[in-house]
């Protein structure tokens, strides 16, 4: 979806994408506004920037680097003063997602024949857990989405709307299907120093209204121009239809659309149920954290440091 390229008031092209044009902002930011998070998100970054998916686990060979990476997250967005919401998927399979998840398995077998981890890697209930766990003792609320709901899809429902009347401000994700859902997304990215010796996280915001003013379409457009270029919900793309020429071709009429395609189109449109998400609110349990954490070979320093900060009122 970022590489759709947005035209001037000419209508010429120079470069510029929709993933150039969100907005920077500083995590310092976001103090006082409730920001739903993406935990799938996070896990599997956790371990794209690991050397090897088993790079640091604890005593008993279980994986800790998905536990360390969101211990991090949550002090640092805690430091900023934002209020934290965190999304997990349905464990119910997303019948839109049939084919993508067929893919994703098929890669997945493919990365094990090869001993390629990351490929491989996927995460299971017990990860999952792992996460839930440390949430609740850092005194993290999250929600499990309703079933066969993907955490982007109830994060839009969180972010929709008017900035003023939002439940969360932002999901944040690396994940554009916010956006295509109806939500306003934070997105967080790695860019290279000017030296290229180093990297750092840069997070822009991408309002569902100014990217619609980027493209001077409407919504309905957007989705056509989505489904065009192809998504995680459907079979494939359209074929002879790429960035550059998709929005013409949409606002032309020059696209159609077969049942299916349309059926997508109408599930992005679609609000997840209203009831069905499982919401844990909990306190700091410091107590609990120091143990959980112990048991996972986290040095007895850095679980202080962590319960100080988490007990310090942003």
Known sequence: MFKIPVANEEHEYHGKTLGDIGEKLELKDLKGHRV??????????????MAHVSALTDSE?????????????????????????????????????????????????????????????????????????????????????????????????????????????????????????????????????????????????????????????????FLKVCVSLGTDFQEAKIKGVGPKTVVKKVKDDKISFDEDLTAVMDYYRSDPPAQGADIQENKLDPDGLREFLLSRNFKEDRITTAIEVMQTEK
């Open 61 to 221: 060979g279980r994986p800790t680097s998905h536990i360390l990476r969101i211990f991090n997250v949550v002090q640092m967005l805690h430091k900023a003063g934002a209020k934290q919401v965190w999304v997990f998927d349905s464990p119910k399979p997303n019948k839109f997602k049939k084919f993508e998840q067929e893919k994703r398995r098929l890669r997945r077998e493919q990365g094990a024949r090869k001993g390629q981890e990351k490929q491989a890697f996927v995460i299971n209930s017990d990860i999952v857990n792992d996460i839930k766990q440390l949430l609740k003792y850092m005194g993290v609320t999250f929600l499990e989405a309703p079933e066969g709901i993907e955490a982007e899809h109830y994060g839009a429902f969180m972010t929709s709307g008017d900035i003023s009347k939002r439940f969360c401000t932002y999901m944040l994700s690396a994940d554009s299907d916010v956006i295509a859902f109806g939500g306003n997304l934070l997105r967080h990215t790695t860019e290279k120093s000017a030296t290229g010796k180093s990297k750092k996280t840069v997070y822009r915001v991408y309002e569902l209204d100014d990217v619609l003013e980027a493209l001077d379409i409407d919504y309905n457009d």
């Open 36 to 49: 739903c998070i993406d935990a799938s998100d996070y896990i599997y970054n956790s371990i794209l920037a």
